[in-house]
């Protein structure tokens, strides 16, 4: 039933029966005040059930709203929305058809728009996503074309959720996710845009529960996990109210043809239209004679089960012509990146004006928030088509991946943990790059080469930053796709490879340890060979491979190692070159751990002073040490010494890099177990307090740091005897 017809009954009975109740009142002679008692009654009775149905959500808008204390749970929107498109047509039909498959309350409901290419089931979707934000109801948008793409979604979704732990691996993430929404008694929308893979899904769908899950797929067999919705292209009706309302004038005769010549699909009228608005604006029958002479034979090949989309291809190739050159290079590049949109952080203001005219003709879509640009995948297909065609295709790969390896290498150490997000969706650019590195045969390998190389450094770059945030379990793949790309266009020693080959031992976890040892060994063994025993990587692998030997368990192995890879650095390298830094530092940690803190202590002290000489007391890096001097005394017994160097290390890192940065509650956290150790309970009590509530605001509860605060802080109140 239409909405406004909900509203006039909600007011039209209530109304009605308290006029016919008043007549009846007076009729009898009835009191005044016993009359509108009476009245009030009939009024209100039928009244207020009417006017919570009328409320309640009209189709194509989603679940009834929540109340605001049970929103606190979950982050708004998580993912990028898509924007509504100019002159937007509704389908109510089909969002009619959404809300009767999300109507039932027993159990979680899973719906799949399926269709062809460009018929807008995205744009439903994100419809239906939009009016559930508006009610106050949470949504998470995914994206599911390929594997990567998804882990990384409901990674990111996990993320936010805070339910994501260090260890988790990808299967981990889906249980904890999957398990998450099925416990949820509030409503919450999960769209998974293009997914591709039924198999790939059903170990993350909730079987209960008040979660809905939309998805969107060019796959019938979908039908097995969810209840389907077939969207096909514009009825005739529907094309030409889009084309009279985005393109108004007085050709409303013209535009069945030109509908049908597009074969009703919304993406191509959607591009014809902007072509058709100009400037500058065309009438309907240049457009079409223009339209037909664009040779698009060799593009857009039939997909399986899908019409041809001669129509479609020609309405972009005819946009994307007469675009200025700047604009068709980034819509290339954009078309090599990945689907699920690049951010405009990654672009940088130099492309606005090119990315003003590509939205103008309805070439790329913005996210609803305005931080992403996305290209549809039918337009992504013919501009990489025509590339190839023209040779270009490695050229705009290239330009691609340079844009990401700057916007990754600007991250600096310290700022890993702010800029994760960015690391993550680089790490996704970087995945789909060497996809269509991949594309190119054998014979086209120097072609490529240049395109290739930057690629793989992109990867190699946020691995580092991955394994600096101690995130091993993401690390791992790109490096073992780093080690692969470098051998494929490499030899297996080349110092490009065996960097490759460091980098997937330093990703392994400390349970992989013995299988990192070996790995490292390798390396320096490798490195030893083709760079000599003095080089600084060779000397790094070194000082890796006994850091690990402690790290698998085996202290004293590792102890006599680093003393000798110490004492050859010292020999061969600057005072203040990072690798010589490095190994002192982990000598240093590992005379705790062989039981030798006092010497610890003097080796940290020394660093420090090395560190402050060269780098200035207020280095982070400085602080840090600092830090581990305190650690080492606390671990030497040295508990009121241990407690007054943290307290002086982290007023400095409060002031240089602020009261939430990570390495600043690390301090923190030792800080308090110096008090606890000094007896100083009440001070302990507090301190260990202060870090698990700041750990898990800044970091979330399922990360190692939080985890282990919290179980201090209860292990103190324990002791207290406080609840």
């Keep these: 039933m239409p909405h406004w017809l909900r509203v006039a009954i909600a007011a039209v009975v209530p109304s009605t029966a308290g006029v016919l109740a008043w007549w009846i009142c007076v009729a009898r002679g009835l009191a005044l005040d016993t009359t509108s008692i009476v009245v009030g009654l009939v009024v209100l ?99 599911a074309e390929t594997v990567g793409q998804l882990q990384g979604s409901v990674d990111r979704l996990a993320a936010e ?169 980034l819509l290339g590049e954009l078309s090599v990146l990945s689907t699920s949109g690049v951010g405009l952080d990654l672009l940088g203001m130099e492309a606005q004006t090119a990315l003003g005219e590509l939205a103008a003709r309805s070439l790329v879509t913005f996210s609803r928030d305005d931080t992403t640009v996305s290209v549809h995948r039918l337009i992504r297909r013919a501009v990489r088509e025509q590339a190839t065609r023209d040779r270009t295709l490695a050229r705009l790969i290239e330009t691609a991946a340079e844009r990401m390896r700057v916007a990754v290498e600007e991250i600096t150490e310290k700022d890993t943990w702010r800029k994760s997000p960015t690391i993550m969706a680089v790490a996704d650019h970087a995945t789909a790059l060497w996809e269509a590195v991949e594309q190119f045969g054998g014979d086209e390998s120097a072609h490529i080469r240049p395109a290739a190389e930057i690629v793989l450094r992109v990867r190699e770059v946020a691995a580092y930053h991955l394994i600096y945030l101690n995130d091993d379990i993401r690390a791992f793949p790109i490096a073992q796709s780093l080690v692969s790309g470098r051998e494929k266009f490499l030899r297996a020693d080349h110092p490009d490879t065996l960097t490759a080959l460091f980098i997937l031992a330093r990703s392994h976890t400390a349970d992989q340890a013995p299988q990192a040892c070996e790995l490292f060994q390798h390396v320096a063994s490798e490195r030893a060979r083709v760079l000599g025993d003095d080089h600084p ?63 610890a202590v003097a080796l940290f002290e020394q660093l420090a002073a090395d560190q402050e000489r060269l780098f200035g007391a207020d280095s982070p890096d400085t602080l840090v040490i600092r830090g581990r001097v305190a650690w080492a005394h606390a671990a030497a017994g040295h508990a009121d010494e241990a407690a007054r160097l943290y307290e002086v290390v982290a007023a400095a890192q409060e002031r240089v890099i602020g009261a939430d940065h990570p390495d600043t509650l690390i301090t923190l956290h030792g800080l308090a177990a110096a008090y606890e150790a000094a007896g100083r309970s009440g001070d302990a009590l507090t301190g260990y307090e202060r870090v698990a509530a700041r750990f898990e605001a800044v970091m979330g509860p399922e990360q190692t740091l939080t985890k282990t605060a919290k179980a201090d802080l209860e292990r103190v109140r324990r002791s207290l005897r406080l609840p």
């Design 161 to 329: 959720l805070r339910i994501r732990g260090d260890g988790d691996d990808a299967a981990t993430v889906t249980r904890k996710v999957r398990a998450w929404l099925q416990e949820r008694r509030e409503p919450y929308l999960v769209v998974i845009d293009n997914a591709t893979d039924p198999d790939l899904l059903a170990s993350l769908l909730p079987s209960h529960g008040r979660a809905r899950v939309l998805i969107t797929t060019n796959d019938q067999s979908f039908e097995r996990l969810a209840t389907l919705i077939t969207v096909e292209q514009f009825s005739e009706e529907e094309a030409v109210g889009y084309l009279s309302m985005r393109v108004g004038g007085s050709e409303a005769d013209a535009f069945l043809p030109l509908a049908q010549e597009l074969d009703r699909l919304p993406l191509a009228l959607a591009i014809a239209a902007a072509a058709l608005v100009g400037p500058p604006r065309l009438s309907c029958a240049s457009y079409l004679v223009r339209l037909r002479t664009t040779p698009v034979e060799t593009l857009l090949a039939r997909p399986r089960g899908e019409p041809y989309p001669r129509g479609v291809a020609q309405a972009i190739m005819r946009s994307v012509g007469e675009i200025d050159p700047a604009s068709a290079h």
């Design 537 to 599: 990587d060779t000397l790094l692998s070194r000082s890796w491979l006994a850091f690990t030997h402690n790290t698998a368990g085996r202290p004293a192995e590792a102890l006599a190692l680093l003393d000798q890879v110490v004492a050859d650095q010292t020999r061969v390298l600057d005072p203040g070159h990072p690798t010589l830094l490095q190994a002192r530092f982990s000598q240093a940690y590992v005379n705790v751990d062989a039981g030798q803190p006092d010497r």
């Design 45 to 143: 009775l039928p009244g207020t059930p009417l006017a919570i149905w009328a409320g309640q959500s009209k189709p194509g808008t989603g679940p009834a709203p929540v109340p605001d204390d049970d929103r606190r749970s979950a982050p708004a929107v998580i993912g990028e929305v898509p924007r509504e498109p100019k002159a937007f047509q509704p389908r109510p039909d089909l969002s009619e058809r959404i809300d009767e498959v999300f109507s039932a309350r027993h159990a979680a409901a899973v719906c799949a728009l399926a269709g062809g290419r460009g018929v807008g089931k995205t744009h439903l979707a994100a419809t239906y996503a939009r009016s559930c934000i508006d009610q106050g109801i949470p949504v998470a948008w995914l994206h």
